[in-house]
């Protein structure tokens, strides 16, 4: 285990859920959000970067995609 001054820094979390749309058809975002039990609102705030989902929402958004969580979020160490 680490201890916290080694895991200090932001962490910055990504996604590819456009990109996860496009290859699904061309998903819309609503169609997305009626799959994952979201507005469309929260699916434009999460490809835009300006909201992170809760654990709950990111596995809902992954099981509609049929892909492990890692390949729709990524969490990356700033600094």
């Given amino acids: 285990m680490r201890k916290a001054s080694e895991m200090s820094g932001k962490l910055v979390i990504t ?6 749309r496009f290859f699904a058809n061309e998903m819309t975002q609503l169609e997305l959000a009626e799959k994952a039990g979201a507005s469309r609102q929260t699916i434009v705030a999460l490809e835009a970067g300006k909201y ?4 709950e929402m990111a596995f809902r958004i992954a099981d509609v995609f049929g892909v492990p969580i890692g390949e729709v979020f990524e969490c990356k160490k700033e600094g």
Avoid at 15 to 20: A, E, K, M, P, S
Avoid at 52 to 55: D, G, Q
């Fill in 15 to 20: 996604n590819n859920i456009r990109r996860l």
């Fill in 52 to 55: 992170t989902p809760s654990l």
